[in-house]
């Protein structure tokens, strides 16, 4: 009997948070073979290297110096690679893996040998702001500003085990915390590349007692859009480009008095790569735009699964759920 041969995928760093909700979410394929390392070879230089290059695509859910390094052993082999680190999202050599970027961005990726996983911030961020600085709605020298709010699963392990200690206490904080105020972010370059922006903008990040969901708001003061933009050209805007899109939606146009306390939940896409996208009108001319997802989903381990089928040539959303809870 003819044996297929499946294509061989192999986590490096399948442990890690990212990691492990691949695996969780590639569990039940049978169009892929998942290539594992018993537990005692993980760590081991030479089984990862033989591993990764007998794989026809590796995905790398390392830290960066860890990531840099599995790059250079794959340069002259037939080793396809998608890295969740940050250490080559603005390599000019590694393709952007954000499908939704512009039109030609899924070839890209399926003809690409190396692809960049996105940030989960610089995602919602530029998915909410490059079709609007395409149609002339928002200049690209506009000093943007974020406020945004994740889970403490974005964060990693170390994240994780100290939101989780009950000593510390938490998980029952009232309020969110901001955190790296004083740092240059590791999201802002690819924010400025590929949102197509000239200037940083000014990014606050903060936390929430939740493990996972995300929500990035962007306001955009009446000043910095062009003569004629309002909330109904933008909307219109974002639901134009996303037409079509399976894990991309817009929502209607937010109407005055239909906001309250439950309209911008950050847990409302967890467990689906889905990324909602809302524009909320203010009297004074101000907009406010909000994407939602999962910071493990569309922000991390769903984007890689949805990277990981186009670069397989199989259907785009195999194996990944799409609506919300």
Not at 43 to 51: M, N, P
Request: hydrophobic letters at 40%; a negative charge; aromatic letters at 6%.
């Amino acid at each position: 009997m003819l044996r297929i041969m499946l294509p061989k995928v192999y986590i490096d760093g399948h442990v890690g948070t990212t990691g492990l909700r691949i695996r969780d979410w590639m569990a039940d394929r049978k169009d892929v073979e998942l290539v594992t390392l018993p537990d005692d070879l993980r760590k081991d230089s030479d089984a990862r290297r033989g591993t990764i290059l007998e794989s026809d695509i590796a995905v790398l859910c390392l830290p960066d110096d860890a990531a840099k390094e599995v790059a250079s052993w794959t340069e002259d082999s037939h080793t396809r690679l998608i890295d969740a680190s940050t250490a080559h999202r603005v390599a000019d050599d590694w393709v952007y893996g954000l499908p939704e970027l512009h039109a030609g961005q899924r070839d890209s990726i399926i003809q690409a040998k190396n692809v960049s996983n996105p940030g989960c911030y610089p995602s919602a961020f530029i998915l909410l702001t490059r079709p609007l600085i395409e149609a002339g709605l928002v200049s690209e020298d506009a000093p943007f500003s974020i406020h945004a709010l994740s889970g403490y699963s974005g964060g990693g392990r170390s994240l994780i085990e100290k939101w989780e200690d009950p000593d510390i206490g938490l998980e029952s904080l009232p309020f969110e915390a901001p955190y790296a105020l004083d740092k240059m972010h590791k999201h802002i370059p690819e924010m400025v590349k590929y949102a197509s922006i000239s200037s940083d903008p000014q990014f606050v990040p903060a936390v929430g007692p939740f493990r996972c969901g995300m929500r990035v708001e962007v306001p955009i003061h009446a000043s910095l859009l062009s003569q004629g933009a309002d909330g109904e050209k933008v909307w219109e805007t974002l639901n134009k480009n996303y037409d079509g899109e399976t894990f991309v939606k817009v929502a209607p146009l937010a109407e005055a008095g239909t906001v309250d306390e439950w309209s911008f939940d950050p847990q409302s896409c967890n467990d689906t790569n889905l990324m909602e996208l809302h524009v909320v009108p203010h009297p004074s001319g101000h907009l406010l735009l909000v994407a939602l997802l999962d910071n493990l989903g569309k922000g991390a381990s769903g984007a890689a699964i949805q990277n990981l089928n186009l670069m397989l040539g199989l259907s785009e959303n195999m194996g990944l759920p799409e609506g919300r809870n």
